[in-house]
Structure formats: C-alpha cells, structure tokens
C-alpha cells in the first residue's frame, strides 16, 4: 500500500551540482505532477504529465526537466543547482476521469537545500 | 489566470468551531479541493466541490458558492491535532489533465 513514494527525502546540493528526484507511484494512475513549496507558501507547479511519454510545462519550469518513460515513474532533474531552488519538493498523482472530482495522492516530500 | 486568496493564519480554541474562508478569480471553474498539511508532512486530501452548497464529513464541513467564488471549510469540536495548514485548490475548466491551483494556506493553531 505504498502510494507515491519519493527519494530522496533529505538532499544538500552544492551550486552548479545536478541531480535527480525520484517518484514512483503504483496505483496506475494516469496524471502525475510536481510542485515545489516555499516557506509559508501554497503549492507550485513545476510540471505535470497526462500519461507515459506525455509531459508539460507548469507555473515555474525553469531550471528543472521531466520525463515520463512509464506510468509508474515521474523523475524530476535539476541539471545546475541554484539557492533559489531551495525548497519542499512533492510529487503527486490522481486518476484520470471525466468528472474530474479525483483528488491528488501526494508523496512525502524532497526536502533540498543548494548551498 | 488564477488568484486564490486565504487567510494566512488563524487561531481557535480546542473544542470550539472555525471557518476558513477561500476566495477564488479563475478562468473557469471545475471544482475546489480542500487538502489538510500537518507540519513537515505532504498535504491530504480533505473535501471536493463542484455544486453550490455545503459538503459534510463528520467533523468537516466545506461550501461552495460559485456565482460569489468563494468556498469555506468549516471545522467542529476542534482538536488539538487539527492544527494544520488547510490548503484550497480549484481546478479550472479547461483542463484535461486534473491540474488545480493551489492557494498559499491557512495555518491553523489549536489552543487548550
């Protein structure tokens, strides 16, 4: 019963340094995304996939790049680290419907900090 | 574009009644989600609308008014572990991809 399972949960990052966050989730759910949070702030999307091999860009791309190679997988890469990419990273997922009621199973969280 | 307003924080006392307000400007509308954050932890899934009216869940109430776009969640016999962030999220109409935006928060702190 594991949901969305995000690693690593705690990660420092020199700047310029790249790195990889891994999702998973295994409730076959066709929607994944990823938000980054700030200090006292709402979610932010980052980018967001509809199915295996589909990806598009969110509210703040920038600086970041997905890929969607299967239903399960939604890594998120940071190819050169920057303080202002400091922050909570959550993955999330939510099933594909037409009436559009389904909410979003949310991952643990990334916690990174670029020094 | 979208604009979601909350109140940052509020503060009630253990047993009592509280009600956050959400205000939402959306190019459309396909529903709002209320998520429940607890510090340190990934947000949950709380309530859904999409009609006008009120939602009950046990303790939890939520309301929509669309033509005011303005939703409440409304919370009862609060407990000492209902201090939270609460999180409001529309979903606009024109997506296909279950998309929502979310407001910024309301961190809620319960007092004995």
């Known amino acids: 019963n594991a949901g969305v399972t995000q690693t690593p949960k705690f990660r420092i990052l020199k700047i310029g340094q790249s790195m990889t966050l891994q999702c998973t989730q295994d409730m076959n759910h066709n929607y994944m995304y990823w938000y980054r949070q700030d200090p006292g702030m709402g979610l932010k999307l980052i980018y967001y996939?509809?199915?295996?091999?589909?990806?598009d860009k969110g509210e703040v791309p920038n600086g970041y790049n997905v890929s969607r190679s299967t239903t399960e997988d939604f890594p998120l890469r940071l190819e050169l680290a920057a303080p202002s990419q400091t922050s909570v990273y959550f993955c999330a997922s939510s099933k594909r419907d037409a009436g559009s009621n389904q909410p979003q199973h949310f991952g643990d969280g990334t916690r990174l900090s670029i020094l | 574009g979208q604009n979601i307003d909350q109140p940052t924080e509020m503060t009630a006392t253990e047993g009592a009644i509280v009600q956050i307000n959400c205000t939402y400007q959306?190019?459309?509308?396909?529903?709002l989600f209320w998520y429940q954050q607890h510090a340190g932890e990934a947000p949950t899934f709380l309530s859904y609308n999409v009609l006008d009216g009120l939602e009950e869940k046990g303790r939890f109430s939520s309301f929509l008014s669309r033509s005011k776009g303005y939703s409440y969640l409304l919370l009862k016999e609060l407990q000492m572990k209902d201090s939270a962030s609460y999180l409001c999220?529309?979903?606009?109409?024109?997506?296909?991809?279950?998309?929502?935006?979310f407001g910024d928060g309301t961190t809620l702190t319960v007092k004995p």
């Open positions: 959306t190019s459309g509308f396909n529903g």
């Open positions: 996939s509809v199915g295996a091999g589909i990806t």
């Open positions: 999220a529309v979903r606009p109409y024109n997506t296909n991809a279950g998309k929502s935006t």
